[in-house]
């Protein structure tokens, strides 16, 4: 009966032990309880599976990896173009005050290959984060695990891209032209932030590709050096042909080198990959020497030959892996210091666009002063793309530099255009309320890069420091009495920057009442630009030294083993900073001085304490249990999303044998 039909499902080789790298075969074969004829079965088609060996597995990820790299790459380069659209479509609506049925076309027309473009990059990113998940998925590695993040907060940033252009289909069919425009503006200023994110992305999960790589084909070279030195030691195996295998598995190794050394090359920052060739010459020639020795059966001369190879493909995976090592140390200091310099200028330009409000506000429309407030602002925002292109040379090979940072560089950017057209267009309320928003984004970025910094600081410190736990005063670096006595100092400092007369924003030497002429609304109470970039200098100095106090005084507490403790002062240090970056020289900010000083005494009375109690420590149980089922493959899931396995049918038997069935179930009620 062709309606008799059950199905399983099974998953090969869930449940059985198999080898890797070998291949199988397998049927499917079912009995029924036919006694008499003697149980008759059938067998399925015959199933070809090759169970890949580890190294396979990584090779094929990586590869998988690479392309859905390219392909989102490519997307990133129709993105450009459409933005480019974008703005002749934004040119038009300046030059006319209606649009045509052939405008209204040209915006459909855009909104359609946006959606394809939006859609496109979606389906890359989902890729690349699906890759990303199933490579190594048992081991730890914090960079791919926020490459991961990342890229899923890229798929939600599309989906909200889609949501604003269906608003602009809408708007586009209604011919509401200053509403359609409006939401163009926000769409373009989202589409940017998502190219220069997703530019990022491409460049820092690329250089995951080279790090992974790498550190493969070191452990490939380290694995077949032990393979060629095992083989020189066995009498009975060392022949010819084992040799030429290894060699051919050199070859193999070269052939990827070479690969990896261009892909290294392609990024905007290389890394220092050792890619020697007349060593890996050296290597081949020794095995060459080995084989053709083998060849004569003269295994006593082709015993020193291999293990010269064993040594030098053993150097080889040792050199990748301390250069790698060395490297990504030498890169991150470098960073630091490089953010240093972006931190030190985005503040000098801080105080700059806060200067250039004052002016900006006092400005009479139509008149000369207006054309030095423009030429000044196109200034600062040349200024501020110099900071923009150093941080993002930075972000291209640090995941440190995140989204929210690349958002805010964003916000300012946006907010200068709009600076520049409304204050041109002599809307001088307007163009101050957008320098206004430049400035909050300037400051948001500087506090943001500065704990960026102070963790780039700490996770070198930690990195250069030894694994042993120091007794309370032991050790290197400063102790907390210094921290205490040097913010002290730093209190003082600070007052005598507020003289006289303890007026926020004057400087010493000045006349009384100067704070207090036109500039009097701003926070520093500076007047015009040079009286801002003069406090400017004595905030960037007291804030430098609040920075290297709050990394010595976490350094200090991870000694003592009381980071938890000292929470409350470290966050009152990150808050006089952020108030430094926000306010300058203010009363309220000396009062947090004082606070700070009262709280880093308990801290220090605590510690003392804590030498002198003894308590019991636990042990946390660190064994982990795996189960041994094996998950199902990505397409058997999806299969069973989309079939129905319960079938709800009743069973086709015979009236006789179904009157049967009810009574037994009636039976048992």
Do not use: C, W
Not at 196 to 211: A, G, I, P, S
Not at 254 to 264: H, I, W
Not at 295 to 321: D, G, T, V, Y
Not at 518 to 524: A, I, L, M, P, V
Request: aromatic share 4%; proline share 2%.
């Amino acid at each position: 009966n062709k309606q008799a039909v059950d199905q399983f499902i099974y998953s090969f080789p869930n449940g059985l032990s198999i080898e890797q790298g070998v291949n199988y075969e397998y049927y499917f074969e079912v009995f029924d309880n036919d006694v008499v004829n003697n149980y008759k079965s059938t067998k399925s088609s015959v199933f070809l599976h090759y169970e890949l060996a580890e190294t396979q597995k990584e090779d094929k990820q990586l590869q998988e990896q690479n392309e859905n790299i390219n392909s989102l790459e490519k997307s990133l380069q129709n993105q450009e173009k459409q933005i480019s659209e974008l703005d002749k479509l934004q040119k038009m609506n300046k030059e006319k005050s209606n649009l045509d049925f052939k405008d209204q076309k040209k915006v459909e027309d855009f909104i359609n290959r946006q959606k394809q473009q939006d859609e496109m990059m979606k389906e890359f990113t989902k890729k690349l984060t699906e890759n990303l998940e199933e490579f190594n998925p048992k081991t730890q590695d914090k960079d791919k695990e926020e490459l991961v993040r990342r890229l899923e907060e890229a798929e939600k940033q599309a989906e909200k891209n889609e949501k604003l252009l269906k608003e602009l289909e809408e708007l586009s069919k209604k011919l509401e032209k200053d509403q359609l425009f409006d939401k163009a503006d926000k769409l373009k200023q989202n589409a940017k932030n998502q190219q220069q994110n997703l530019e990022q992305l491409v460049e820092l999960t690329k250089r995951f590709y080279v790090e992974q790589k790498a550190e493969q084909l070191a452990d490939k070279l380290d694995k077949l050096a032990e393979k060629e030195d095992k083989l020189s030691d066995d009498a009975k195996e060392n022949s010819k042909e084992n040799q030429d295998a290894i060699n051919k598995e050199f070859e193999d190794i070269q052939k990827e080198l070479q690969e990896l050394d261009k892909e290294n090359k392609e990024l905007k920052a290389p890394m220092d990959i050792p890619n020697d060739k007349n060593e890996q010459e050296d290597v081949k020639e020794d095995m060459k020497k080995a084989s053709d020795e083998l060849q004569k059966q003269n295994q006593h001369k082709a015993k020193p030959k291999q293990k010269s190879a064993a040594a030098k493909m053993k150097q080889m995976s040792q050199k990748m892996s301390q250069s790698m090592q060395s490297g990504e140390m030498e890169q991150m200091q470098e960073d630091a210091k490089l953010l240093r310099q972006i931190l030190d200028n985005l503040l000098a330009f801080s105080f700059d666009e806060e200067g250039l409000i004052k002016t900006t506000n006092a400005t009479q429309t139509r008149s000369l002063e207006l054309n030095k407030v423009l030429k000044r602002q196109q200034d600062l925002k040349l200024q501020f793309k110099h900071v923009d292109d150093s941080l993002f040379a930075v972000a291209l090979r640090n995941p440190k530099i995140n989204e929210t940072i690349l958002n805010e560089v964003g916000e300012i950017h946006y907010n200068l255009d709009k600076t520049l057209e409304t204050l041109a267009d002599n809307n001088i309320q307007k163009g101050a309320s957008h320098q206004q928003y430049v400035l909050t984004s300037a400051n948001r970025l500087a506090d943001y890069l500065s704990n960026v910094q102070s963790d780039m600081n700490m996770q070198m410190q930690g990195q250069g420091s030894g694994k042993g736990q120091p007794k309370p005063g032991g050790g290197k670096g400063m102790q907390l009495p210094d921290i205490i006595k040097q913010q002290e100092g730093l209190g003082e400092k600070m007052k005598d920057g507020m003289k006289p007369g303890d007026k926020p924003g004057d400087k010493p030497g000045e006349k009384r009442g100067q704070g207090k002429q036109k500039g009097q609304s701003g926070e520093n109470g500076e007047d015009g630009e040079n009286g801002s970039e003069g406090n400017a200098g004595k905030v960037l100095e007291i804030l430098k030294e609040q920075r290297q106090l709050r990394d010595a005084l976490q350094e200090a507490l991870e000694k003592e083993g009381m980071t938890g403790q000292g929470m409350n002062a470290l966050n009152q240090m990150k808050e006089i900073e952020k108030q430094l970056i926000n306010k300058g020289f203010k009363n309220e900010t000396l009062q947090k001085m004082l606070n700070l000083k009262h709280e880093l005494l308990k801290l220090e009375k605590a510690i003392q304490q804590q030498g002198e109690d003894t308590k019991r420590q636990s042990k946390t149980n660190d064994k982990n249990y795996n189960g041994s089922t094996t998950p199902l493959s990505k397409e058997l899931k999806e299969y069973l999303n989309s079939v129905e396995i319960l079938n709800r049918q009743s069973l086709p038997l015979q009236p006789n044998f179904n009157q049967k069935v009810q009574n037994y179930f009636k039976g048992n009620d």
